[in-house]
């Protein structure tokens, strides 16, 4: 493929590149910390230490103690450790409420526990993809036992009002949970602030390495294992774990938190600066808040009638930028965005799709190469949609 250009990659909400210091941690521990971290001799207990020390780092990034945090192979397996975890402490079902704009992470366990019998409550949104806390108070029954609503949504890149919503359930006796792998290392998060009992996080997201996450678990909650077998993470997660990818995790999670506010402003300068070179382009309609502080600092999101989402993403890979369709292919045939058709989009804008993501390696140049090639797209002959 010969060589990608890093700043043109504007797809960090997919997944982002582990920084060489993260790199380098998972080098050290795979050769150095290769025990398995139950065993009782200096082998075992050296991979034991470089997993404590990552469960700190992670921990320190929310705000937590580090005996709350469970490692997970990621922001799926957390989530639903959250969910069926939950519902697995009770005989019969009872009922959930979730978002309408909910990763698959979330959506499909919740359609899994109503094929047995659960009752879900899924809440609308308004056209921005905003879920609102007074909503959720009326959606609140006798038998609601957990909400789950994620903090910032990938698609539209909404950040939702999650301790309003946390507030709602706290004084309702209800639990909640939120999905913040695209929040942690972009916003500041605190669990005690937030009001959360539970909350997931994924550390490719955040520049950490593939197949790792972490799921934070309030003291006094209590969830029940997914995957049963031994007793890692206080038996709430089975397997022996991946030691070099939690020690990356863990200082990927610790230089998130050391420069995030820094990175976050830069982030936020260079969101407004496209979003004002994309406005001037005619076709693309901005998806999510159309007030930038109320969506996530990286993230812009957009569609239009006159092209597919993926005909978008290709001809900008073609001209070797990387951004992400909304809309995802199944079975040979193209499906709407389902987060724009909850916000009230069109079926035909719904396909139209994009999201931009930037990070890091993002420059004011790449901006600027992005909206002239946007503009070149945009004024070619429309694609019929089949």
């Given amino acids: 493929m010969g060589d990608l250009d890093p700043s043109l990659y504007f797809d960090h909400s997919?997944?982002?590149?582990?920084?060489?210091?993260?790199?380098?941690?998972?080098q050290k521990a795979a050769t150095e910390a290769w025990g398995n971290p139950?065993?009782?001799?200096?082998?075992?207990?050296?991979?034991a230490i470089a997993v404590e020390i990552a469960r700190q780092q992670v921990a320190t990034l929310i705000g937590a103690a580090p005996e709350r945090v469970v490692f997970t192979s990621g922001g799926t397996e957390s989530d639903n450790l959250a969910i069926v975890g939950i519902a697995r402490q009770f005989e019969s079902p009872q009922h959930l409420i979730i978002s309408s704009v909910e990763h698959a992470a979330i959506a499909k366990p919740a359609l899994y526990l109503e094929s047995q019998g659960w009752q879900v409550t899924r809440l609308p949104v308004n056209e921005q993809g905003q879920v609102s806390s007074f909503v959720l108070a009326d959606a609140i029954q006798p038998d609601t036992v957990l909400v789950s609503v994620i903090h910032g949504q990938s698609e539209v890149g909404s950040v939702q009002p999650i301790a309003?919503?946390?507030e709602v359930c706290r004084e309702a006796g209800v639990l909640f949970h939120s999905d913040c792998v695209q929040t942690a290392g972009r916003l500041p998060l605190d669990v005690d602030k937030l009001g959360v009992d539970l909350l997931s996080m994924s550390s490719h997201k955040l520049y950490g390495p593939q197949g790792v996450g972490a799921l934070y678990v309030r003291d006094g909650v209590d969830i029940a294992p997914v995957a049963l077998g031994g007793k890692q993470e206080a038996?709430?997660?089975?397997?022996?774990?991946?030691?070099?990818?939690?020690?990356?995790?863990?200082?990927?999670?610790?230089?998130?938190q050391q420069e995030l506010r820094e990175e976050a402003q830069r982030l936020r300068g260079l969101q407004a600066q496209l979003a004002e070179a994309i406005a001037a382009i005619d076709g693309l309609v901005a998806t999510g808040p159309t007030d930038l502080d109320d969506r996530l600092p990286h993230h812009l999101s957009y569609c239009t009638d006159r092209h597919t989402g993926t005909w978008l993403v290709t001809q900008l890979n073609l001209a070797g930028f990387a951004v992400s369709a909304g809309s995802a292919c199944s079975s040979g045939e193209l499906q709407p965005n389902p987060t724009l058709l909850a916000s009230g989009f069109s079926e035909q804008q719904a396909l139209g799709a994009i999201r931009i993501a930037m990070?890091?390696?993002?420059?004011?140049?790449?901006?600027?190469?992005?909206?002239?090639?946007?503009?070149?797209?945009?004024?070619?002959?429309?694609?019929?949609?089949?």
């Avoid at 997919?14 to 998972?26: D, G, H, K, Q």
Wanted: proline share 7%; charged share 15%.
């Fill in 14 to 26: 997919a997944t982002t590149p582990p920084r060489p210091e993260v790199l380098a941690a998972f």
């Fill in 38 to 47: 139950s065993s009782l001799h200096s082998w075992g207990q050296r991979a």
């Fill in 164 to 166: 309003d919503m946390a």
């Fill in 235 to 256: 038996t709430l997660r089975a397997g022996t774990q991946a030691v070099p990818s939690i020690a990356g995790f863990g200082v990927a999670a610790e230089l998130a």
């Fill in 359 to 386: 990070g890091k390696a993002t420059t004011e140049g790449a901006i600027v190469r992005l909206a002239e090639t946007l503009q070149v797209l945009m004024a070619t002959a429309p694609m019929s949609v089949s």
